[in-house]
């Protein structure tokens, strides 16, 4: 089976603009969860999609947002951009995915990374 | 707000030798989840081991096992006879039940270990 796969792999943008990432999982799996992963800040977990319903979400800004389309790719969008906002972006694919109950392997991505200047 | 710590970013041990890794976390609350999850170089992160906060016999998995401490916030990992598999980012993570029912999960900065044969 082909893994997941995340498109674009680079992407710079300036302050206050908007982006876009995607998400194709891994085929039958149908939770798709995204991750922030900064050097200072670690692995942060933004929200996860299941049969195109957000199912849980992180502590983030509503400036992020997503949503799973009906053959669960996934897209996540971030608007206003700050600079903050650099970081390596994280698309995992499980078969069901459990939340905090989760004993499913998750497959990630290679992520996008994201600079913001 | 919670936080997870992870004070090794690398380790190594000789394969069959036993090998501690430490996690702290930072939490005013009193029912969440533990994690630790195994990354290696193929990018699955898989999950080694979980912890309810309320269970006061520590988790174990075959040569996985875990010291909880919850009044210390300590939340280490053990692995016994490591094996070279073994090698890979080991990542501890807190998860919590949020009010509006989606939960929270934060995630240490992660661990490198490499078992040398």
């Known amino acids: 089976k082909a893994g997941v796969t995340q498109t674009p792999r680079y992407l710079i943008k300036t302050r206050g603009q908007q982006v876009t990432l995607s998400c194709s999982p891994i085929s039958g799996h149908r939770s798709v969860s995204w991750y922030q992963q900064t050097p200072g800040q670690g692995l942060q977990f933004l929200f996860e999609y299941f049969s195109e319903t957000q199912r849980n979400k992180g502590n983030f800004p509503g400036r992020f947002s997503g949503r799973q389309f009906s053959n669960s790719r996934s897209e996540m969008n971030v608007s206003t951009l700050e600079l903050g906002d650099s970081a390596l972006y994280l698309c995992?694919?499980?078969?069901?995915?459990?939340?905090?109950?989760?004993?499913?392997?998750?497959?990630f991505g290679p992520g996008t990374r994201l600079t913001v200047l | 707000a919670q936080t997870v710590t992870q004070s090794q970013p690398e380790m190594s041990v000789q394969e069959a030798e036993t090998v501690t890794l430490s996690c702290t976390y930072d939490?005013?609350?009193?029912?969440?989840?533990l994690f630790w999850y195994k990354q290696p170089p193929s990018r699955q992160m898989i999950l080694v081991i979980r912890?309810?906060?309320?269970k006061q016999q520590n988790a174990t998995e075959n040569r996985f096992s875990v010291n909880f401490q919850k009044a210390a916030k300590s939340f280490s990992l053990k692995i016994s006879d490591s094996q070279l598999g073994d090698t890979a980012m080991y990542f501890c993570a807190f998860g919590l039940h949020r009010m509006d029912s989606n939960y929270q999960l934060i995630w240490g900065a992660g661990t490198k270990l490499i078992i040398k044969p």
């Open positions: 912890q309810e906060a309320y």
């Open positions: 939490t005013s609350e009193n029912n969440y989840y």
């Open positions: 995992a694919s499980s078969p069901e995915g459990r939340g905090l109950a989760n004993t499913d392997t998750q497959y």
